[in-house]
């Protein structure tokens, strides 16, 4: 199994400013990797897959970038709405898909 | 818009099975290339993926899960099923129907349902 740790746990930034969002795969993935946001009370919602397209309807301050085992979430200018918990998901076609434990972006 | 719903009892005893159905609405769950499924998520496992279903009734399933979990497809009423056997209290989650953009990338979940296992 592959195994998705993020960093870091929780992440204060102001609004206005820029995130970045760390996961890293314990092996390749290759550009097989996707970012979900999720609100309390919602379901998780896609924001990029294959490392780095945008979903329908995403907004272009969300970015994703990387490949093989290093990959990174960036959120420039950073709204409102924007705080939630963001959860990185590898789907690596040779083993069962596995998800990060989740970085949680807080208001500082 | 395409939505998706899911429905079936909050609560099962241990050693039972958990059913739980999708109702598609907004498209047809029969268009290619489109395949819909299940996901949990739970405080102590985090998200973790079910399987997924073709309309033909193809289906492919986490290998840890895979010997407790049947899907079907009814595409006459636009819906989907999860059967899991023998639950456990490991089993409690808030369960999900997703449709899959593509492999196991999802693009539409439904609201979730809590699903709690308990005597």
């Known amino acids: 199994e592959v195994v998705m740790t993020q960093s870091p746990a929780t992440l204060s930034v102001s609004p206005g400013e820029r995130a970045t969002l760390s996961c890293r795969a314990s092996q390749s993935v290759s550009s097989n990797l996707a970012w979900y946001q999720q609100k309390p009370g919602q379901a998780p919602r896609l924001l990029i897959y294959g490392a780095s397209t945008r979903a329908t309807g995403i907004p272009a301050r969300f970015s994703g970038s990387g490949s093989g085992t290093e990959f990174t979430l960036t959120i420039s200018s950073l709204q409102s709405d924007d705080f939630a918990v963001y959860y990185c998901q590898q789907y690596n076609n040779l083993t069962p898909t596995t998800f990060g434990q989740g970085t949680r972006l807080e208001i500082k | 818009q395409l939505q998706l719903q899911e429905s079936g009892p909050r609560l099962v005893r241990p050693s039972d099975t958990l059913s739980l159905t999708c109702s598609v609405s907004?498209?047809?769950?029969?268009?290619?290339?489109?395949?819909w499924g299940w996901i949990r998520q739970s405080p102590g496992k985090g998200l973790e993926w079910i399987g997924r279903?073709?309309?033909?009734?193809?289906?492919y399933h986490n290998p840890s899960l895979e010997s407790r979990v049947t899907m079907s497809v009814d595409t006459s009423k636009n819906q989907f099923s999860l059967k899991m056997t023998s639950v456990t209290v490991a089993d409690t989650a808030v369960y999900y129907c997703?449709?899959?953009?593509?492999?196991?990338?999802?693009?539409?979940w439904g609201q979730g349902t809590l699903v709690t296992v308990s005597s």
């Open positions: 997703v449709r899959h953009l593509m492999v196991v990338v999802m693009d539409y």
């Open positions: 907004g498209d047809s769950i029969s268009r290619s290339p489109y395949y």
């Open positions: 279903i073709y309309f033909s009734g193809n289906t």
